[in-house]
């Protein structure tokens, strides 16, 4: 036998902890010497391993102690409980009713956004290199304004990560071809319009859409080779069959060969386009894609395993300065999937962006569920007197605390499953409605990690809404309790005032954020811009319209309901073609930068924009294609005082010919920045059409017959400029429907409890009003009697919840450069509303208790 | 009293015990079975047996004297008792008078 060989010790300790005594010895005594046997064998090492799955095995009900509980009647207590809450709800409905409407529309909430939350986290992040893949962005140090953050950078950046970063295993350059507008696209006689992206080799490499067919090292090494996704194959070719090495015509000027097909890209990927093209193809145009001074094009990289990449920013920060030591650029690599949520920076620093959004919803959702919580433990505990000879005979019978513990507990969490659901009803026939407000096609898919989540929402929500209840009415003295007796404390009075007080203070934050939110967009929408947005229509120069821009507009003028037409590089909703110039009588060395919005002859007449000063590009001066338009702003920042006629060098040199009001070209979340408008026909890429008010149909019909006519080849597609407007603020509009939905189902479920308190305290009450009435008092004295206490908590919320709102308002308005100004009555109107709903609730109680013959409440007595 | 029946494997081991007389303990059991019928029990499973057999009264037990090996630790001897004995006979009772019954050459080999 050898000495130096014992089985590990923890195990003993378990086997003496949890076996029964009187076994413990022969057990541990034959398990030993089998020990002895195995490490003779096997070698201590597997002797060891034997010995405690065997003594493990040893852990069967035969060997095991009792524990003290008896486990049968754990169950019989369960069964127990849950007749007494069936009972009991079946027995005062109207509480039951409430609690269930309540929970299950705070847990319908919470699980649409969940739903929203998840998908939220989701976007982006299906990518196989998740977590190795970077985008690099840019920090820009400018003089005056600080450091402004590109999401965008040089085209040779790829290249210079590929071949001076050992840590990068692919690097791409891409540009999105919205920088273009849709593209056409032709199949025999088949003209669609669809989405491109230009890019380099290894996009496949990088990026996870999948292909169905083709190699993705191989799709892109040819120029002329088109990817093609399903859908699009689909709908040119009607089939993804067979479809490789087939031409597509591309703006009737060039074809292409399908070297492959990808699958249809998921809708949580930031990234959405119908077809591929080689980048190449845009390195011959006079975009600047290839050069070091232009930033534009967005470069991806994937990073090899292990890549520390706090060091490699700093090689890569390092990246223009060393070539041009000038450079304020510092560029910088981001996860990926980052920018969706965490994109908005200041200062060079990453400061927020979506996520929000998000966290502002998970705490609308974690409000609307605490409201339906505190209805069910002020119901509960209001309704412990009747409940009262329960507990004290069971306490008597030697029930202890934990016993009731677990009784009111199981209660609020069947009264939660119950809930769940009904709020699972609820979000599958409401799931299209919602799709619809926040823009996504969310589905409810029972998987396990659903129905997990779901279970745990509902544990929670019960102990949540059970456990002050529960601890509050386990807690009662024998005594007292058997007498009938129910001391109800200062302090418990206090908790169920308070309560209400936390529900009527949500609620009125959440009223006043709709208005505020309300107010807002419509100020948005309504705001004079310093153009006419309605009633304009725009379309893309492209094919013959580009050769002949002029013919074309000048006879798309003469179609009747058309008032005026002309075209213009950039629309109006979002702007970024930014430029330094030199100016005559330039006294600061300070760069501005302005931005620039190419015209041509009559936009400033299309666009209804106001001249100050001098006069508009026209025909009738012979020399105003040298012209140039400054907006206020930027003659402001000049310094000029009498700028017509004034030289500035751009692109030659300009003479200043008049200047033009300021008028908005991003959304109003940025301030007017520096403008000027230059004749540049050659350059346009938006026709912009105004059109008679009220004549829009007709209008757009004939100048599709005569596009279609002009342009053969292009399918007509146009855009209506005041919904390109709507789409700048289509988060904030989002944001202001659902709030407004949650707003009003917070202020349900806070009414629903209200209302229960208050049709609870009145019948409490009954003999009270009983006795007033019969000494003379009206009814209205006793409405107001009963509403009083009420009206009380209502006005602390109103006092609580304003300046909070009022915060929380002034937050979100700063976002905006243009904002609305917090009036007080809008405080006044969200007080109010919520004192009137609560007095509605209360009132309609009340006075039907006020109302009650005498005899009726007083007989028994 | 309801007659007891006892499984197969209970009969196995408290006919082991009947064998191994004074040396009858866990893991003598354990190997006798394993030796005999080349059957792989766990000292668990026997012990879980054993347990079982003593309570319905088949088998009684007493600690042996403190040992030298096993770490001084002691060994439970089973006995079989009279019940233990008569459900033994009884099951060969019941066996025999089936066997003989079963007509010659059904269950040939």
């Known amino acids: ?861 | 009293m309801r007659k007891t029946y006892i499984g197969e494997l209970e009969e196995v081991v408290l006919l082991t015990v009947a064998i191994l007389q004074e040396g009858a303990y866990g893991v003598a059991i354990t190997q006798y079975i394993d030796t005999q019928l080349e059957r792989k029990l766990s000292i668990s499973a026997v012990h879980a047996t054993l347990h079982r057999l003593s309570e319905k009264g088949y088998v009684n037990s007493s600690m042996g004297g403190a040992t030298s090996e096993r770490g001084g630790r002691r060994k439970r001897y089973f006995k079989v008792t009279t019940a233990g004995s008569r459900v033994l006979n009884e099951i060969q009772d019941a066996r025999s008078l089936l066997w003989s019954q079963v007509p010659p050459n059904i269950l040939a080999t």
């Open chain 1, 1 to 861: 036998m050898k000495r130096s060989s014992l089985p590990p010790k923890w195990i003993n300790s378990l086997l003496t902890k949890v076996c029964k005594p009187e076994l413990l010895e022969e057990i541990e005594g034959d398990l030993l010497e089998y020990y002895q046997l195995w490490v003779e064998k096997y070698g201590s090492k597997k002797a060891n391993r034997l010995y405690v799955f065997h003594a493990i095995k040893f852990l069967r009900p035969f060997a095991i102690k009792k524990s003290k509980s008896h486990s049968s009647n754990s169950l019989t207590m369960l069964r127990h409980s849950l007749l007494l809450s069936f009972r009991n709800f079946k027995r005062y409905k109207s509480s039951f009713l409430i609690n269930l409407i309540g929970l299950s529309c705070g847990l319908a909430c919470t699980l649409f956004i969940y739903l929203w939350v998840n998908d939220e986290l989701s976007v982006d992040k299906f990518h196989e290199h998740e977590g190795q893949l970077y985008k690099v962005i840019e920090h820009v140090k400018f003089d005056g304004s600080g450091v402004t953050t590109w999401k965008e950078t040089s085209g040779p950046m790829a290249k210079a990560l590929r071949e001076e970063m050992p840590e990068v295993e692919f690097a791409v350059a891409v540009i999105p071809g919205s920088w273009f507008g849709k593209t056409s696209l032709s199949v025999g006689e088949h003209d669609i319009k669809a989405n491109a992206y230009y890019v380099e080799k290894d996009f496949f490499n990088i990026f996870s859409y999948e292909l169905i067919s083709g190699n993705k090292d191989q799709v892109l090494s040819d120029i002329n080779s088109i990817v093609l996704s399903e859908k699009l194959a689909l709908t040119l070719f009607n089939t993804t069959e067979n479809v490789i090495g087939k031409t597509v015509e591309f703006e009737q000027e060039r074809q292409f060969q399908v070297s492959g097909i990808f699958e249809n890209i998921p809708s949580n990927s930031t990234a959405q386009f119908d077809f591929v093209l080689s980048f190449e193809l845009l390195k011959d145009k006079p975009l600047g894609v290839d050069s070091w001074g232009n930033l534009g094009p967005q470069v991806y990289a994937v990073l090899k395993k292990g890549t520390l990449i706090d060091n490699l920013n700093k090689k890569v920060g390092m990246i223009i300065k060393n070539m041009y030591k000038e450079s304020t650029r510092t560029p910088s690599l981001i996860p990926y999937s980052q920018d969706y949520l965490r994109g908005t920076y200041e200062y060079g620093i990453q400061i927020g962006g979506r996520i929000e959004y998000v966290r502002l919803f998970s705490i609308v959702a974690l409000f609307i569920l605490s409201i339906a919580c505190i209805n069910f433990m002020n119901l509960s505990t209001a309704r412990a007197s009747r409940r009262v000879k329960e507990i004290g005979v069971k306490k008597a019978m030697g029930a202890n605390r934990m016993a009731f513990v677990f009784q009111f507990l199981t209660e609020s969490i069947f009264i939660t499953g119950l809930a769940l659901v009904v709020a699972l009803l609820l979000v599958i026939l409401l799931l299209p409605q919602f799709n619809e407000v926040i823009g996504k096609q969310l589905a409810l898919e029972l998987n396990a990690n659903l129905v997990f989540r779901a279970f745990a929402i509902v544990l929670c929500t019960g102990l949540m809404a059970g456990s002050y209840p529960a601890l509050y009415l386990s807690s009662f003295n024998i005594i007292n309790a058997l007498k009938g007796k129910l001391s109800s404390s200062i302090g418990e009075l206090w908790t169920r005032k308070g309560l209400v007080i936390i529900q009527f203070t949500l609620s009125i934050i959440l009223i006043l954020s709709v208005l505020v939110v309300y107010k807002q967009i419509g100020f948005v929408q309504n705001r004079n811009l310093g153009y006419d947005k309605d009633n304009i229509v725009h379309f893309k120069v492209e094919g013959t319209i580009k050769k002949q821009l002029e013919s074309f507009v000048f006879e798309l003028k003469k179609i009747p309901g058309i008032v005026n037409a002309s075209s213009t590089t950039h629309d109006m909703v979002g702007h970024n073609w930014s430029v330094g110039i030199d100016w005559e009588g330039r006294d600061s060395d300070k760069p501005i930068s302005f931005q620039v919005v190419g015209v041509d002859y009559d936009l400033i007449e299309t666009l209804e924009m106001e001249i100050t000063t001098g006069h508009s590009f026209s025909k009738d001066f012979g020399s105003d294609s040298k012209g140039i338009i400054f907006n206020e702003t930027a003659i402001k920042a000049m310094g000029l005082s009498d700028p017509i006629g004034k030289t500035i060098r751009f692109m030659g040199e300009k003479k200043i010919i008049g200047t033009v009001k300021d008028f908005h070209f991003k959304s109003l979340h940025e301030t007017v920045e520096p403008l000027f408008l230059v004749m540049m026909p050659e350059a346009v890429k938006k026709v912009m059409v105004r059109i008679e008010a009220g004549r829009e149909r007709e209008a757009i019909e004939k100048i599709r017959a005569f596009y279609e006519n002009f342009n053969p080849g292009f399918p007509f597609e146009y855009q209506f400029l005041n919904e390109d407007y709507a789409t700048l603020y289509a988060s904030e509009q989002r944001v202001a429907t659902l709030s407004k939905y949650f707003a009003a189902i917070a202020i349900m479920i806070s009414c629903l409890g209200l209302f229960g308190l208050a049709a609870f305290s009145a019948e409490r009450r009954m003999k009270e009003i009983g006795v007033r009435k019969t000494l003379g008092s009206s009814v209205f004295g006793i409405v107001r009697l009963l509403s009083e206490d009420f009206t009380k908590m209502v006005i602390f919320s109103i006092t609580i919840a304003l300046p909070i709102s009022y915060l929380v308002a002034k937050e979100w308005l700063d976002s905006f450069a243009y904002r609305i100004a917090l009036e007080w009555w809008y405080f006044a109107f969200a007080g109010l509303s919520a004192l009137l709903i609560a007095w509605l609730t209360v009132g309609f109680q009340t006075y039907n208790a006020a109302r009650i013959n005498p005899v009726k409440c007083l007989r028994d007595e």
